[in-house]
C-alpha cells in the first residue's frame, strides 16, 4: 500500500465545543490518498483532542459510488442500520444503503455505507444498463462528477450516531481527481486492456443476476453469532464468459463471508463477455458488493 498526502490548502479553524457541535468538525491534516492492492481511498482526519472524527471515502473500480466509512471517538454508531447523510447543507437528504456498524482499529465507532453525491444527468440515448456502465467510466462523466464536488464542502450524518455529525472538509473537486487518476492506474494491474476498455460496446455482464440472491449462503457460525458482514468481489472474466478468478478487494468482514461469497458467486453466474469497440470479445471484469445482515438476502 502507498500512502501520499494531498497537497491541498486548507483552512483550518478551531472552534467552542458548543459551536462545534453546531457547525460540525474542522479538519486535523490534510487528504490522504492510498493506493492499495485493489482499491483507492480518500481519507481524512477531523477534530481534536476527545472529539476525533475520521472520514473516508473508497473506490474499487470505475464509477460513481464511494464506499464511505465516518467514524467517532466520541459518538457510538447505532446498530439500526437506518440514517440520512448529505453533502453541503443545501443537498436534499439521502437514505443511506449497504450499512454496518463497525469498529475502527484504533476502537472508534463507526458505520460504513454506499453514497454517491454526483447525480449526472446520462445523455440522450443512453438508458440501457450495458450503455450506462460504459458511460459511468467515461472522461465525461469524471468531469461531471469533478465540477460537482467542486461545489460541496461537508458531509452530515443524521441518526447514525447519538447525535448529528458534521465534517466539514472544504472542496473536494481537487481530492476526488487524485481518487479517480488512483483508480486509472488501479485497473493496470487486472490484466485486461486497459485502452480498449476505454471504447467498450459492451462490458462483461452477468446473464442470470435475478438468480444469484437465493444461492448465496449466509455461513452457519456468522448466523449464530448475529454478525454482519460484508465483501467487495471483483470478477475476471474471459473472452468466452468464463469466470478466471474471484479477488476478495479489501475484506472488512470474518474470512467466512469471503470464503462464502466468492464460492457461491462463481458458482451461480453465468456472464456474456465484453466487446471492444470492433464488437470482438476481450478479457474484462466484474465488481460487485456482497452485504450480509440477518434481516435480508445477501447480496446487492
Known amino acids: 500500500m502507498v500512502t501520499r498526502l494531498l497537497a491541498l490548502a486548507v483552512a483550518l479553524s478551531v472552534a467552542s465545543p458548543a ?24 481519507r481524512r482526519l477531523f477534530g481534536t483532542g476527545d472529539d476525533r472524527a475520521i472520514l473516508e471515502f473508497r473506490r474499487f473500480g470505475p ?5 464511505t466509512i465516518v467514524g467517532s471517538s466520541r459518538l ?12 453541503d447543507e443545501a443537498e436534499d437528504w439521502q437514505v443511506a444503503v449497504n450499512t454496518i456498524a463497525m469498529k475502527l482499529n484504533n476502537g472508534d465507532s463507526a458505520v460504513l455505507f454506499s453514497s454517491s453525491f454526483a447525480e449526472v444527468p446520462l445523455p440522450a440515448g443512453i438508458d440501457e444498463a450495458p450503455e450506462v456502465e460504459i458511460y459511468t467510466s467515461s472522461n465525461e462523466l469524471k468531469a461531471a462528477e469533478r465540477e460537482q464536488a467542486a461545489a460541496i464542502d461537508s458531509i452530515t450524518l443524521l441518526g447514525a450516531f447519538g447525535r448529528d455529525l458534521t465534517l466539514r472538509f472544504g472542496k473536494l473537486d481537487k481530492p476526488m481527481q487524485a481518487l479517480q487518476g488512483c483508480v486509472d492506474e488501479l485497473m493496470s494491474h487486472w490484466d485486461i486492456d486497459v485502452e480498449a476498455h476505454k471504447t467498450l460496446t459492451r462490458p462483461a455482464r452477468p446473464i442470470n443476476l435475478a438468480e444469484v440472491p437465493r444461492m448465496m449462503d449466509y455461513p452457519p457460525r456468522m448466523i449464530r453469532e448475529s454478525m454482519p458482514g460484508l465483501v467487495n468481489v471483483r470478477l475476471a472474466i474471459d473472452e468466452t464468459g468464463g469466470i478466471t478468478s474471484c479477488h476478495i478487494q479489501m475484506p472488512l468482514s470474518d474470512p467466512a463471508f469471503a470464503e462464502s461469497s466468492c464460492a457461491d458467486i462463481q458458482h451461480a453466474l453465468d456472464f456474456d463477455p465484453a466487446l471492444d469497440k470492433d464488437g470482438k470479445p476481450i478479457a474484462s471484469y466484474w465488481i ?13
Open 19 to 42: 459551536r462545534a457541535e453546531e457547525e460540525g468538525l474542522a479538519p486535523n491534516g490534510p487528504w490522504t490518498l492510498d493506493y492499495d492492492t485493489d482499491s483507492c481511498a480518500l
Open 63 to 67: 464509477g460513481l459510488n464511494l464506499q
Open 76 to 87: 457510538k454508531a447505532r446498530n439500526t442500520g437506518q440514517f440520512r447523510y448529505r453533502f
Open 288 to 300: 460487485t458488493r456482497v452485504v450480509f445482515t440477518l434481516n435480508q438476502t445477501p447480496f446487492p
